[in-house]
């Protein structure tokens, strides 16, 4: 069991060291997601009437996409150099590997959201209760993570990768996005904590449930 | 079940299915233009019912399929099962954009909308995107031998996804209210609508039946065609 | 080289299908602990299928295959942890420094004194000048040598080489053959595909020759028929050209 840990911990510690030295994922998403409030921004009638409105599904939508942007570059120093194969034939049960990678992601597209927060409450006006949002936010982009580590393992080995990672993804993430919305919504209009917990329940399930059945197929991804 | 025992060839079942199939398509399109009677509230529109519920219907049992045969291959790595799935997902999306396509038409003269955020038909778009996206990754990694592996995986995680998909568009709507573009919700089904209805379902199936294993007789043989070419030019350069 | 003892790889009718192209057609080999086999063939003759497979990168198709005493595909776990593998990539990170990269590998293969290990197989492909820089600043002859210190970190039994020499220069090849022939110490199996037939030759105790996914001849360098090989050898490369 410490063994197991010990793997996660050696790849995730790989992955960070890598991520701090490049700042390639958070630069990438962090920029997108500002570009795409901005355009929103513009896009969107902002007056205050439907800014309380509309907020919650900008923000979602910006996370949405500039995630896409950070899984896309979560194999793509392994493919350029071929480390998946050094991945693969490590002595570390397979969804070691998968875990490692996920939380990899999970943490930089964390560290993105938090930074954009502030930038989303200057552009659109908005309060916000930040512990509860934070919750939402940390549910949500597991969810994302969970299943979107084994999508662009697979985009990252196909050809026009670029276009099939977010093709698997953004469908498949759908409840998570809506369950996002719904929640930060409520959040954002100061609702009581009982209407959050439908969404809320979704979303721990889409968590538990594919962060479960990521891991087993995982290996089927790495195999050849 | 082997590559090996898949048919490369139209065989008698499957002919069977088809000539089921056209009678049945036959007698349900008589059934529902001359005997079932007009919808109380719907009046003479509703009767692409007939068709658009049994097509949601076979396209969900179709990544059933898919999801099953996807199972079954990364378990037993027998091309068979992938055949299987690949088919299945052809077939599911095919039916997919069936009852898309029908549920707007239906949607449009009731509502006067062509489309409603009604949870089983937005559960169908998202499933459609989800099997074209398989259906994408299958064309586009065509060349690579481990497409098969990479699709089973999407299948799987696909069809898990249904559910939780149905359920969070579900909860979504009761807080944004929209017409409900579904039997049952608000009309009735007499027993003349269950009989046409059933024989509908079920002429649909077998053309389903017959068109899955046309595919896979299409499938086995490009995989023979394959396999000769490429021991052909082995033999030459060796 | 006696005929017996126990095996490290043993391959009995090994075949590998890719999708209707077959890369292994009923490979038998035996390499015994301790040798060294050079594995030489034309491009396409299915040298990189036989290694992958070896490496558990790749699963056989049919036949049996073992390596170090344990079955593939089976047992790869336990075959991951005592054999090395370098191939044309290096499994190396660009932005990290080569001490971190041996860490994280000695990590996964939970070296134990990993310091001080790191710092000995450092020294042994004679990178310790290099140690604290990015693998991005090194050259190709020094990933390569660098990707076979991570190959030798946790002291695998079997060190499995696919054309190791590809992509260098000539002054970094001889590095390289200078490092291998010191790694080949009869404790340590050694199994290399290669092109260059010399080279091959002078670092091996085993050689065999792979056509078209078949062991078209195998030999101890002590029975070998030079002429034979040589013959063998020159007919494939004349008609794949």
Redo the contacts between chains.
Sequence with gaps: MK?YF??I???L??DV??EL??KDILLSVFVFALLSLVIFSFALRTDRATVAIIAPGVLWAAFSFSGVLALNRAFA?ER????L?????????RDVIYFGKMLGVLLFMLAAEIMLLPVFVVLFNVALDVPRLLLIIFLATLGFAS?GT??SA?AV????RE??LP??F???V??VI??AV?ASARVMTGDPWDSLT??LQ?LV??DV??VV??SL?FE??L?? | MTQDSLPGRTTLLSRVFLALAFIGILVSLALIFLWVPDERQQGAVYRIFFFHVPAGLLSFAAFAVVFVASIAYLWKNNRAWDMVAHSAAELGVVFATLSLTTGSIWARPIWGVWWTWDPRLTTMLILWLIYVGYLMLRAYGADDTRVSRFASVVGIIGFVDVPIVFFSIHWWRTQHPQPVLAPGGNFGLTPEMTVTFLIALAALAFLSAHLLLERLALRRMSADVKEIRQALSAEEGA | MADSGPSAVEARRLSKDFDGHRALRGVDLRVLEGESLAIFGPNGSGKTTLIKILATLVRPTSGSVSVAGFSLPQDALDVRRRIGVVTHQNYLYDELTCYENLTFYGRMYRVQGLPDRIRAVIAQVGLEARLNDRVRTLSNGMQRRLAIARAVLHNPSVLLLDEPEVGLDEQAVNLLEDLLSRLNDGRRTVIMTTHNLERGLRMSDRVAVLVNGRIAYQETRAALDMARLRGIYAQLAGARV
Excluded at chain 1, 80 to 83: D, F, H, I, L, N
Excluded at chain 1, 157 to 160: C, E, G, I, P
């Design positions: 063994d010990a793997g911990m050696a790849v510690w790989k060291l890598s030295r490049t120093t350029e150099k071929g480390s194969e050094g991945l693969v034939i490590t002595p570390v049960p299943v084994v999508f697979i080995n196909t050809r026009s276009i099939m093709v698997l953004l469908p498949v759908v409840p809506i369950s719904e439908v969404w979704v399930a889409f449930i594919f059945v990521s197929v089927y991804v195999e050849e």
